[in-house]
């Protein structure tokens, strides 16, 4: 599987292509509507476009408001997916100079761009986690923290019962078999997991 990368900053990259302007903004999202409010704020009401793409994991759209079809949203987006970004929206604004590109000049133009933005952001790896519960006896507890130490699985709750500590926390998808196998020797295969909402 290939590792996801998501924008730790906003960034921006200018450039100018032929005498026409390209200003890039990528931002960091997690919901197409928040997308949509990226648009709305960099917007340029003096610009003869403003191009944009997202991705939110299997959520996509491009727009290439006013260039030919094909040209400029989809590049953005190839950009997007080839440097295996998530949770991303990112606009190119163009400002026309006079000078016509072509349909191989704007995708290079947009695609470019918005690779190069991408490409000098700050980035960070995405983890992905799932939320998982179950109980342990209070003698086990402390086994299960020593060893999980080193997964970046940080608990969330304990609740303490009669017969045990129920406990929730976030854990790396990677790390989930070796935490059942954990579980089971140390419950002697009583204990059972549950997979919780997403965190």
Same mark, same amino acid.
């Given at each position: ?9 906003? +960034? ?9 302007? !390209? ?58 997916? #080839? ?12 400002? !026309? ?14 695609? #470019?761009? +918005? ?22 006896? !209070? ?61």
């Amino acid at each position: 599987m290939t590792d996801l990368y998501q924008l730790t900053a906003p +960034a921006t990259y200018s450039e100018e292509i032929k005498k026409s302007r !390209f200003l890039v903004h990528a931002r960091s999202v997690s919901t197409p509507a928040q997308a949509l409010e990226v648009l709305q704020e960099v917007s340029d009401a003096t610009a003869n476009h403003d191009c944009w793409a997202y991705r939110i994991g299997q959520d996509y759209r491009f727009n290439d408001d006013g260039e030919p079809s094909g040209t400029a949203g989809k590049p953005i987006l190839a950009a997007i997916d #080839g440097q295996q970004l998530d949770g991303v929206m990112v606009v190119v604004t163009r400002w !026309f100079g006079g000078i016509k590109l072509g349909a191989g000049g704007l995708i290079r133009a947009y695609g #470019g761009t +918005a690779a190069e933005c991408l490409r000098r952001a700050d980035k960070q790896i995405v983890v992905p986690r799932v939320r998982l519960g179950f109980e342990i006896g !209070f003698a086990e507890l402390h086994v299960l923290k020593a060893r999980i130490a080193d997964w970046d699985a940080p608990i969330e709750q304990e609740t303490y019962g009669a017969a045990g500590v129920e406990v929730t926390l976030a854990l790396p998808v990677r790390h989930r078999e070796a935490l059942e196998q954990l579980l089971a020797d140390l419950s002697r295969g009583a204990a059972s997991v549950r997979e919780l909402d997403a965190p």
